[in-house]
């Protein structure tokens, strides 16, 4: 076992009077896919958005390579933690190679080097460079738009990469091909760490090495997608599951 | 008419671009102050809520006075000429400066401030590669409308003194010569309209990603 490259203890958020998560504690493996599963309001976003310190928690410690976030230069960190989130968020004005060339940039690379990673990221995320660097996002579909914001993220080959339900607004074709190209990329790098928010169970499961599932800011069960199907730990992740099935249920049906 | 026109350039050219530059510089140096005032205060208007509401309700009370009027009311304080012609325009210009760079930042989507902040930027390079840019086509837009504001009043500002093409148009109505009024008129129109076609051409260039809708 590696040791632990996020990690949280005891940690609690409140906005306000509303207690979002009142005692969270896990660790996450350097180059572990971790897909945290739950249901709007779970709290699952606001756990994401406290490991690149977009919010500071209430109460508790978070642990990055074991160093309190608190002691870390959050600009620095968030240079080397890729971020993508489900409204995308590429900046219209910038064309598509500026987008991806954002972070570079600030760490201040030549421009021959910014223009090589550019053209080698979009051939990852299957864009054709020549036909794509220098469009707007606007001319983009949703799912070539998502694709670039993936690239986006991954321009200084971070250690870490944030995901925040980033295929939820995508159609169901579009998605499956970008759960099957993101499982893929991270395969192919070694030592990325993947924290995944989504809450589409299917999707949970198929990517994550490992699956979070969080029901009103407690965890209910943080174990192997197999180990999740097979010995649900709590009623909820029962209940979870059952979804699943019924809709199974449901095609078979419909088949018959 | 049009033969007193050409006459009169052929006599009094040099007269006439004076009444130009005067123009000009009254219209430029009240653009430029009232600027360095407005879109400073305008950002600070979009971070903090009670710089807005000061702003949007001192633009909406300069609104009701006529331009007229706000030059005469400035008389007895600092009397007439250039200056107070100046003071006059830059008060005149800062309503649209203040409002439209208001609107122009508070438009910018904090999805993207979130997701630049997220991508390590510090504050200052969130506002000078997300925030500024964004806001940017309002702000031209502020400045275009402030600049017709102040070259229409600044006609009027001949009349604390300051010269400018008002001039040929007082000049023109004193003595009934329809001459010295269509050329004054006629000049400050075009100088309006030159200014609302340059900024238009200028706001369209900077907003280039937002055609490329159309070409999916």
Known sequence: MTEATIQFKHVQKRFGDNLVLPDLSFQIKRGEFVTILGTSGSGKTTTLKMINGLWQPSAGEILIDGKNI???????LRRHMGYVVQQIGLFPH??????????????QWDQARINARVEELLKLVQLDPNEYANRYPT?????????????????????????????????ALTREELQGEIKQIHESLTDKT???????????????????????????????????????????????????RQNQELWREQDE | M??????????????????????????????????????????????IKFVASFCVAFAQVLRII?????????????????????????????????????LGFNEVSPLYQEVGTALGMDQ????????????????????KLALVEIIASATLATYIGAGGLGTLIFTGLGLYDMTYVVIGALSVAFLSLL???????????VRTYDRSNYSI
Do not use: C
Not at chain 1, 70 to 76: A, G, Y
Not at chain 2, 8 to 15: A, I, K
Not at chain 2, 78 to 90: E, K, M, N, S
């Open chain 2, 124 to 143: 200052q390079q969130l506002r000078r590669q997300i925030e500024i840019p964004l806001a940017l086509p309002y702000i031209l837009n502020g400045i």
């Open chain 2, 66 to 102: 006529p331009s007229l009027a706000l030059l005469f009311l400035l008389i007895p304080f600092i009397g007439t000429g250039f200056v107070p012609a100046l003071i006059a325009l830059v008060v005149l210009a800062l309503p649209p400066l203040l409002i439209n760079t208001i």
């Open chain 1, 194 to 244: 993947f924290m995944f928010v989504t809450h589409d169970i299917n999707e949970a499961l198929f990517l994550g090495q490992r699956v979070m599932v969080m029901h009103q800011g407690r965890i209910e069960q943080f174990a192997s997608p197999a180990e999740i199907v097979r010995h649900p730990a709590t009623p909820f992740v029962k209940k979870l599951l059952g979804t699943v």
């Open chain 2, 195 to 205: 200014a609302m076609l340059g900024f238009d051409f200028l706001i369209r260039k």
């Open chain 1, 139 to 171: 001319q983009l579909s949703g799912g070539q738009q998502q694709r670039v914001g993936v690239a986006r993220a991954l321009a200084t080959n971070p250690s870490y990469v944030l995901f925040d339900e980033p295929f939820g607004a995508l159609d």
């Open chain 1, 70 to 76: 608190n002691q870390l230069d959050l600009v620095k």
């Open chain 1, 94 to 107: 910038m064309t598509i190679a500026q987008n991806i060339a954002v972070v570079p940039k600030l760490l």
């Open chain 2, 2 to 47: 049009l033969a007193q026109i050409i006459q009169y350039f052929q006599l009094n050219s040099g007269q006439y671009w004076h009444y130009v530059g005067q123009h000009l510089g009254l219209t430029i140096a009240a653009l430029a102050i009232s600027m360095v005032i407005a879109l400073p205060l305008g950002y600070l208007g979009s971070q």
